[in-house]
């Protein structure tokens, strides 16, 4: 999962690309980036780490402009350990062109072999970014004549990628005196949203992955990009748009909602945190049919993003509501963390127990989801050591069975602790004395009564059903033994770095 924004502005915007990102730090901690465009020239800085720390007031004055993108970043496909792979990407045929892309790619490999054999187009990198951005890149020479560029060629280009590729994509991409172009795949998995804004040098225009990026920056929310839609933002600030896609429908990731954005984003016409709230009331029905409520004193969250669900759940079986556990802001999400050793080091310095809110009492604690497990089993510990009588589970997300294979980081089923488990069998894993997991049609429905428009969502992880039609069990295969190898060169590499 990454973020990703763009701005085509009247002052320099490298400042506000840098605020957006940070407002979109939840969604990558592994590396930041930004592009910006002034003169007919790119600059470009880009580093592994946080945004606050990628950026120095030299990288800053470094990043001239009154357009840009960003891109805040977390490695689903290639390699964390380069930087080559960090985002903005660029190219310089045709016309120049920066990039930065959030979703990931089912057919890159595919897709990678076509640019080298047919398209005689060099890939530098393992990362499935790199082979959109140069499939782009193609299209837009083979759409465009003489050396100028009009918006028709763009929209031609954007359609072709949309017919040569799957998967999950949502682009910024901005070409050197021309402009600014974002586009979403047809079916709207990943987030995209434009904003606006009226300065006394005239009107500006941000896209970003999720409109808090927007809000948090000045810009008014104007509309969602739709599902295979582009957009282009000339470098006067004209904007035009065109569908581009044959047959688009909007089927977005239902685990945006659960976990990835903000409570304070919009997204395809629903409030992030009214989702939240309606996925706890729906989650409370089944725990008044799985549980005995007697038996429970107190509900409390696994802050932050479960607290929504967790206060709208304890209020409809008008249980207590308790904080629990508190959170240390300045240690990363641990299920966005590489490594299963660090996530089961990070646990505990990210969370801490209030013994006086646990002792002798039974507990239900609530999650946005259980992935792996690992921090699960840890927090449930976390809470009989603080004095807990009984500690019981709720996920607002049900069972996490099979792998995502459009940009969040579960590709392998052996990874996922709902695998081949009964609920049962999972609250036995995880220690609990019992667990309640959210029913698919009731997290559907939730977003739904927010959204009726809402018919189809991308819900791979838990039902299996991958929408793109091109992924099946040797495909699932061959992603399980890729991640096998990378985790072994990975820990080769870290035992050399122990060694010595």
């Known amino acids: 999962m990454c973020g990703v924004v763009g701005i085509v502005g009247r002052n320099p915007v490298n400042q506000t690309i840098y605020d957006s990102l940070l407002l979109l730090q939840h969604r990558g901690q592994d590396a930041a980036g930004i592009a910006t465009s002034y003169d007919q020239f790119f600059s470009m800085y880009k580093a592994h780490g946080l945004v606050r720390d990628v ?27 380069s930087v080559d792979e960090a985002q903005p990407f660029y190219v310089n045929a045709p016309f120049g062109i920066t990039f930065v892309h959030n979703g990931n790619l089912t057919n890159w490999r595919e897709l990678r072999e076509e640019l080298f054999r047919i398209d005689r187009r060099h890939i530098n990198t393992n990362s499935d970014s790199e082979v959109l951005l ?24 954007v359609a072709a990628v949309h017919r040569r590729t799957r998967g999950a994509y949502a682009v910024i991409a901005q070409i050197a005196s021309f402009g600014m172009v974002a586009f979403r795949d047809p079916f709207g998995v990943r987030p995209l949203c434009l904003g606006t804004q009226e300065t006394e040098q005239g009107v500006e225009w941000m896209v970003a992955s999720e409109s808090v990026a927007l809000t948090g920056c000045g810009y008014t929310f104007v509309r969602d990009v739709q599902p295979g839609e582009a957009i282009i933002i000339d470098e006067d600030g004209n904007l035009s748009s065109r569908q581009c896609a044959e047959s688009p429908r909007l089927t977005p990731c239902l685990f945006e909602y659960v976990y990835f954005a903000r409570p304070d984003s919009l997204m395809d016409g629903v409030s992030i945190y009214d989702a939240r709230l309606h996925m706890g009331e729906y989650l409370a029905d089944n725990v008044a049919k799985s549980l005995r409520l007697g038996e429970i004193d107190v509900v409390m969250p696994i802050p932050d993003s479960s607290r929504p669900s967790a206060m709208q759940l304890a209020a409809r079986l008008n249980l207590n509501y308790r904080e629990g556990f508190i959170k240390n802001r300045y240690v990363g999400r641990t299920f966005i963390m590489p490594g299963q050793a660090v996530r089961k080091k990070s646990v505990r310095q990210k969370l801490s127990a209030i013994d006086m809110e646990f002792k002798g009492k039974n507990v239900l604690l609530v999650d946005d989801s259980i992935v792996r497990g690992t921090t699960s089993r840890q927090i449930v510990d976390m809470a009989r050591e603080a004095g807990a009588n009984k500690v019981f589970f709720a996920s607002a997300a049900p069972p996490v069975r099979f792998p995502n294979v459009y940009g969040i980081d579960m590709p392998t089923q052996s990874e996922l602790i709902a695998f081949e488990r009964e609920p049962n069998d999972v609250a036995r894993e995880i220690g609990a004395n019992g667990l309640v997991y959210q029913e698919l049609v009731d997290l559907q429905r939730s977003l739904r009564d927010l959204n009726p428009a809402m018919t189809q969502f991308e819900s791979s992880c838990f039902n299996g059903e991958y929408i793109t039609g091109d992924v099946d069990a040797a495909y699932l295969d061959r992603l399980s033994q890729t991640r096998g190898k990378a985790a072994l060169a990975q820990a080769s590499l870290n035992t050399g770095a122990d060694d010595r």
């Open 55 to 81: 950026f120095r007031t030299r990288n800053m004055r470094s990043l001239p402009g009154n357009s840009g993108l960003g891109q805040v970043r977390y490695p689903t496909a290639g390699s964390s350990d």
């Open 134 to 157: 140069n499939i782009f890149a193609h299209e837009l020479q083979r759409a465009s004549t003489g050396v100028s560029l009009d918006e028709s060629a763009v929209f031609e280009a």
